[in-house]
């Protein structure tokens, strides 16, 4: 167990006394910046048009993007993500497309999951990005599995889960932190402490002094991280999946952070918590503290800043406009995919729908112009 | 061809399907190597190895939430529970994810296992040791359920299961692990899932049943026949999601009379799905309204555990409303 929190910059982008920036050519490090920047400008305009009804929900990232792209890019691309549902900006990183996105919020017939969940709740196999569910904590273990799965196969892979700082109190947690232990899985369990579980705040959770030190207890590596300085995380989640992959096993990764927006869309956070504290963390956000480091460092400037931001919002923009035109899928596909093929209660069922389908639209036809 | 018991069954079918396969493995509290509290996996971890068969933690939302990632990885993990009476803590993780991966991931990420867990009462085992879940498991959409009867059936439907690219419970009749023997072909075999069996032909009165039912629906029969000159057909469910509706109502057509019998507590049961499938099918082919003997609506006593099962008195009573109606 690592004492004290990781960090290599400096609020204003500055790097720590002591502190070696880790070795990312300067394409990579501007890759994540925009990658950073995307993230943040989708989220925010999501957010929007959930406001407009255009959308029925949405989960953001806000203030988290350097854990979440940070860890990602610590991994190589056969590595497994199994995401919470905040990771938008690890999907991003892999290559998940805009469109593919928007799709998926809308639920229409381009959507890779056919409209079966809410939004924020994408998949990509290719990507090897997991299926996300809501049940906080449930998808820990698959984690240990996966990572388990790796090491019995003598593969190198390792699988790396994302959670909140809510998800440690759940039972799931600590049978896959026990479970990791136990088998020396190749996991990286990666904890976004961004202190608040919707109103409950990180003290009510546990007692413990930090989430890290819960790793102790099963005998893996704990780290604490600042979640705001993305070269900290990239580095101490670098170093996780090197001992991983040299077969010593699971690292359990607290990256302090701070959730700036609402749990969702739903969620009015100025009922529960001091807008000062928000204000704070404002001021160690994670994105404009990488834009001062790459400024200084003489790789980005406020000129090609505000060209990406015109990209990026052009580039949201025609995915949402695109995806937007296309309508649901096939209500028959709603029958699919429960099992491997459609047993005949389910064809049953599916009789019983189109059959009421054609009804309805049959009388509408009826209607009177 | 030898004789022996369903536990030795199961126990077959693991070994053939490991030796085929070698992404199966057997994961649980007490499978490695001292072979399961029931020996249902012995002699496995000497023969394929650490690897292959271990020891868990003890926690079953650990074993399955660990299986799901395996499965995920493209492993065909086999984990046992130990008592099916100790599933619950897995519950989310059966219910929320494994079976609903393949749904709600449009097709792209599935979960193919299969989780073996002894189920059902008659060894003395108190509410803890007795319970027969299944409903739980055929109420949720994602899974299939299994529960065979005999050694034949046990071997075949196992194997039929870990080959299924579908999450599988699989509910093994623990009070039937030694007392059931019968000849079981050593080589492999497969019994296709979603069909049922007709144990016992008969024309004026269907029994549908399974698990350690079966046995005691056709010591009833044979009762009926003796002392009522009754002909009693007997149905053996063996898949019980997708069940197989078309046996049941090509014997219903032909007896116009149905009991069904489960161990499992009566209110919302599997029972009341089959009696009321069997009504929107064939209500003007029924002479009697449809009997259900099961378990009573209570916790698995211990002490009146021969009173809580349905038996063969029980049964006989209903065979004979039935005809009576």
Redesign the interface.
């Known amino acids: 167990m690592s004492e004290g929190l990781v960090g290599i910059l400096d609020p204003d982008g500055k790097l720590l006394e002591g502190q070696k920036v880790p070795s990312i050519n300067r394409k990579d490090l501007l890759r994540l910046y925009r990658v950073m920047l995307l993230n943040r400008r989708v989220d925010e305009r999501m957010i929007t048009l959930q406001r407009q009804g255009r959308i029925g929900f949405y989960v953001g990232s806000l203030g988290e993007e350097a854990a979440i792209i940070g860890s990602a890019f610590a991994l190589k691309s056969k590595d ?1 993500i ?1 995401p919470c549902y905040r990771e938008l900006g690890a999907a991003l990183l892999r290559g998940f497309p805009l469109f593919d996105l928007c799709c998926q919020l809308f639920g229409n017939e381009q ?4 409209g ?2 809410m939004p924020n ?1 994408y ?3 290719k990507l090897r990005f ?2 996300i ?1 809501s ?1 906080v904590g ?13 090491r ?2 003598g593969s190198k ?1 390792v ?1 790396l889960v994302y959670f909140g700082d809510g998800a440690t109190s759940e ?2 947690f600590h ?2 932190l ?2 990791a232990g ?1 088998y020396k899985t190749s996991t990286i369990f990666f904890c976004r402490n961004n202190q608040w579980a919707i109103s409950v705040p990180r003290q009510f959770q546990t007692a413990s002094r930090t989430l890290a030190e819960k790793a102790a207890a099963y005998n893996i590596e704990g780290v604490q991280v600042d979640g705001n300085d993305i070269l900290a995380v990239y580095s101490v989640t670098r170093e996780a999946a090197d001992r991983a992959r040299r077969g010593e096993g699971a690292t359990l990764i607290e990256a302090v952070t701070y959730r700036q927006g609402g749990h969702s869309t739903s969620d009015d956070p100025r009922v529960y918590r001091d807008e000062k504290e928000v204000q704070e963390w404002i001021k160690k956000d994670p994105i404009s503290r990488f834009k001062s480091y790459l400024i200084n460092d003489g790789a980005w400037s406020e000129a090609e800043d505000a060209s990406l931001e015109e990209q990026i919002k052009d580039e949201i923009e025609v995915a949402l406009k695109k995806a937007e035109k296309i309508g649901p899928p096939s209500m028959d596909t709603m029958f ?5 093929t459609v ?3 389910l064809e049953e069922q599916r009789e019983e729908l189109r059959a009421s389908q054609d009804r309805d639209s049959a009388q509408q036809d009826r209607q009177p112009e | 061809m030898p004789t022996i018991n369903i536990v030795q069954a199961v126990n077959d079918a693991l070994r053939a399907e490991m030796k085929r396969d070698d992404r199966v493995v057997i994961m649980g509290e007490d499978v490695g190597k001292f072979g399961g509290v029931f020996r249902a996996t012995q002699g496995l971890f000497q023969e394929f190895g650490s690897d292959r068969v271990f020891d868990t933690p003890l926690a079953e939302a650990g074993i399955i939430g660990s299986a799901i990632g395996m499965a995920l990885y493209g492993m065909r993990p086999v984990p046992e529970i130990q008592f099916v009476d100790f599933i619950y803590p897995a519950f989310d993780q059966i219910v929320n994810e494994a079976a609903k991966m393949r749904y709600r991931s449009g097709g792209q990420f599935t979960c193919p296992m299969v989780i073996r867990a002894p189920s059902g009462g008659g060894i003395k085992g108190g509410h803890y040791h007795s319970q027969s879940p299944e409903t739980y498991f055929i109420h949720t959409a994602g899974l299939k359920v299994v529960m065979p009867s005999n050694p034949y059936d046990a071997k075949g439907l196992l194997i039929a299961s870990i080959r299924d690219d579908n999450p599988v419970i699989f509910l093994e009749p623990k009070s039937l692990y030694r007392a059931a023997r019968g000849e079981v072909p050593d080589e492999e075999y497969v019994i296709e899932l979603g069909k049922a069996k007709v144990v016992r032909a008969g024309e004026d009165i269907t029994v549908v049943t399974y698990g350690a039912m079966v046995r005691v629906a056709l010591e009833a029969a044979e009762t009926a026949e003796e002392e009522d000159q009754i002909s009693v057909e007997v149905i053996d469910m063996r898949t019980l999601l997708p069940f197989d509706i078309d046996t049941i109502i090509a014997s219903v057509k032909k007896t116009s009379r149905v009991v069904i019998v489960h161990e499992a507590p009566r209110t919302c049961g599997f029972g009341a799905e089959l009696s009321a499938s069997i009504g929107e099918r064939a209500l003007l082919h029924l002479q009697a309204p449809i009997f259900r003997v099961t378990g009573f609506d209570i916790p698995f006593p211990y002490t009146f555990e021969q009173d809580y099962l349905p038996n063969e008195t029980r049964i006989l009573k209903a065979l004979r409303d039935g005809m009576d109606f």
């Open positions: 497994w199994i959507d890779a999951i056919k079966r969940q709740h998949a990509s196999w997991g299926s569910s049940p449930n998808q820990i273990p698959h984690a240990t599995g996966i990572g388990l799965a790796a019995l196969t892979d699988a039972g799931d049978v896959a026990n479970f136990v699919e995919d429960v099992l491997d047993p005949w209660h």
